[in-house]
C-alpha cells in the first residue's frame, strides 16, 4: 500500500514557509485531530468575516421561511435567550456522567497519542510546525487565526467521536456485549411531554447492531494499521478505488452512532435507575441512520477532506496542473474553511433528529419545523456558539504563546481547545434539542380535528386528555 507519507499532491513544494507546506500542515491537523488552522504561511484575514457568513445566511433563511418581524421579535427577545441558555446548561447537567465519560476518554487518548509521538515519531516535526506557524505572524495574528478557524466548527467534539481510538474501542465492547435487546414502547417522554417513541422493533435494532459494530471494529482496525504502517495523521489509501466510498462510510456510521449517545443521554436528561441501561445502545441505535446525516451537516469538511485525500492518490501528475487539479487543491486548503462555514446553516438539524424514529425524512421535516418556528432563537444560538469556540480557543492558544518551542507545545495546545470547546458543543447540542422539542406537534382527537377544520364552529383546539 502506497502513500503512506505526504501526499504527492503537495510534494512539488514543502520547504519551510512555502503555501504547499502550510497547506499541508493543516491538512495534517485537520485529518489527525479535527483542528481546522490557517493554511497560508501569512496572516489570512478572511476568515473573520467568513465566519459571519454562517449565522447571518441562517437568520436570511430563517427570514424567508418565518417573516421578517417575527426573527426580528425573536432576534431581541433577550429573557428568551437567557431562559433558553439555562434549559440548554440543566439538560447538560443532568447528563453528567455521559460528560465524565467523554472527557476521560479524551484524555486518555490525548495521552497516549503524546506518548506515541514522543517515542516513537519524529520529535522535531511538531517543533518544526510551531515555527512555520508562527515565522510571518505575531502572537496576536496566530491566536486570531486558530480563535476563528475554531469558531466555524463549533460541534467538532461531539459529531467526531470516532476520532478517538479508547472511545472506538469503549463503543465496539458495548456494542459487541450488547445483550438482549428490548422490546418495542411507545408512551409519553419525559415529564408527561409529546409522544414519541422511546423503543424500537428488535429487528430493526438487531441490524443496526451487526452493521454498527461491523463498522467500529473495521475502523478501528483501519486506525490501528495508520498508526502502524506510518501513515501519520493522514487517511492510508492508494490501493483499491473503493477505499474513497468506503473508508468516509465507516467514519459516518462510527460518528453517527457516537451521536446518536451523545443525543439520547440530552434528551432524556434524567439519570437511569437501572445502571446497566446507561450502557444499552438500542438507544442510539434508534436514532439511526439521521444521526449521520447530523455529523454530516456538522462536519462536512471532515469526510470531504477525507474523500478528496484518497482520490487524488488515484490521479495522475498531470491531472493537477489542470483547473480540476487546482479546484482540489483549494479544497484541500482554504476551501475547507467554506465548507465548514457551511455547516453553520444546518447544523441545528441535530436537534429535530433527537426527537425523530431515525429517518431522513423526518429529520428533515423537524428541521424545517423548528427553522419556521424558532429559526431567530437557532441563529442567535448559533451565533453565540461561535463566539464561544473563539473566544475559549483564543485563551487555550494565548497560553502556549508564553512557551518555548517544542514538538509536544502545538499539539497540547490543540487538545486544551479541543477541552474548552467540548462544553460549547454539549451545550449547543442541547439548546438545538429544546428548540426542536418546542415545535413537536401534539397529538388532537379526530373529534378537535374535524371542529378545527370547519368554518363554522368556534370549538378550540384542546389536546388529548391523560386517558389514565
Avoid at 453517527?256 to 449517545?261: D, I, P, T, V, Y
Wanted: aromatic letters at 8%.
Amino acid at each position: 500500500m502506497g502513500s503512506l507519507g505526504s501526499p504527492w499532491i503537495w510534494a512539488q513544494a514543502t520547504g519551510a514557509g512555502s503555501p504547499a507546506a502550510a497547506a499541508y500542515l493543516a491538512l495534517r491537523r485537520w485529518c489527525g485531530g479535527l483542528t481546522l488552522s490557517p493554511s497560508r504561511p501569512a496572516p489570512d484575514w478572511e476568515i473573520l468575516w467568513i465566519i459571519v457568513v454562517g449565522p447571518l445566511l441562517l437568520a436570511l433563511l430563517a427570514t424567508l421561511v418565518q417573516g421578517p418581524g417575527a426573527v426580528l421579535r425573536q432576534l431581541v427577545d433577550v429573557p428568551g435567550h437567557v431562559r433558553l441558555v439555562r434549559e440548554a446548561m440543566t439538560r447538560v447537567w443532568r447528563a453528567a456522567g455521559m460528560v465524565t465519560v467523554l472527557l476521560t476518554l479524551t484524555v486518555l487518548s490525548w495521552t497516549a497519542s503524546q506518548c506515541v509521538g514522543f517515542f516513537f515519531e519524529d520529535a522535531e516535526r511538531g517543533r518544526s510546525d510551531l515555527l512555520m506557524l508562527k515565522r510571518g505572524r505575531t502572537p496576536v495574528e496566530l491566536v486570531a487565526e486558530h480563535a476563528a478557524t475554531a469558531a466555524v466548527t463549533p460541534l467538532r467534539d461531539v459529531a467526531g467521536l470516532g476520532d478517538s481510538l479508547p472511545i472506538l474501542a469503549t463503543a465496539l465492547a458495548i456494542v459487541l456485549s450488547a445483550g438482549r435487546l428490548r422490546a418495542v414502547s411507545k408512551g409519553l417522554g419525559p415529564a408527561g411531554g409529546p409522544l414519541r417513541l422511546n423503543g424500537f422493533e428488535q429487528e430493526g435494532v438487531s441490524a443496526w447492531q451487526g452493521v454498527v459494530g461491523t463498522c467500529l471494529g473495521l475502523q478501528l482496525l483501519y486506525r490501528l494499521f495508520c498508526r502502524l504502517a506510518g501513515g501519520g495523521d493522514l487517511p492510508v489509501g492508494n490501493c483499491l478505488l473503493i477505499e474513497v466510498a468506503i473508508i468516509p462510510f465507516l467514519m459516518l456510521v462510527c460518528d453517527g452512532f457516537l451521536l446518536a449517545w451523545v443525543l439520547v443521554e440530552i434528551r432524556d436528561g434524567e439519570p437511569s435507575e437501572d445502571f446497566s441501561s446507561r450502557f444499552d445502545p438500542s438507544r442510539a441505535f434508534g436514532l439511526m441512520p439521521a444521526a449521520c446525516l447530523g455529523c454530516l451537516a456538522a462536519l462536512p469538511g471532515r469526510y470531504a477532506a477525507t474523500a478528496l485525500v484518497l482520490a487524488s492518490q488515484h490521479f495522475p501528475a498531470s491531472w493537477m496542473a489542470t483547473e480540476p487539479g487546482r479546484v482540489l487543491r483549494w479544497s484541500l486548503g482554504p476551501g475547507l474553511v467554506w465548507i465548514q462555514t457551511a455547516s453553520l446553516v444546518v447544523m441545528g438539524i441535530v436537534g429535530a433528529i433527537a426527537w425523530s424514529g431515525g429517518g431522513w425524512g423526518e429529520a428533515w421535516l423537524g428541521f424545517r419545523r423548528s427553522l419556521r418556528r424558532e429559526g431567530g432563537r437557532m441563529a442567535v444560538a448559533t451565533a453565540m456558539a461561535v463566539v464561544a469556540c473563539a473566544g475559549l480557543s483564543a485563551v487555550a492558544y494565548a497560553l502556549v504563546q508564553i512557551l518555548p518551542p517544542a514538538g509536544w507545545v502545538l499539539p497540547a495546545a490543540d487538545a486544551y481547545a479541543h477541552y474548552a470547546t467540548l462544553p460549547v458543543g454539549l451545550w449547543t447540542l442541547a439548546v438545538f434539542i429544546v428548540l426542536a422539542e418546542q415545535v413537536l406537534p401534539v397529538a388532537r382527537s379526530a373529534e378537535v380535528e374535524r371542529a378545527a377544520e370547519s368554518p363554522e364552529s368556534e370549538i378550540e383546539a384542546a389536546p388529548i386528555p391523560n386517558a389514565g
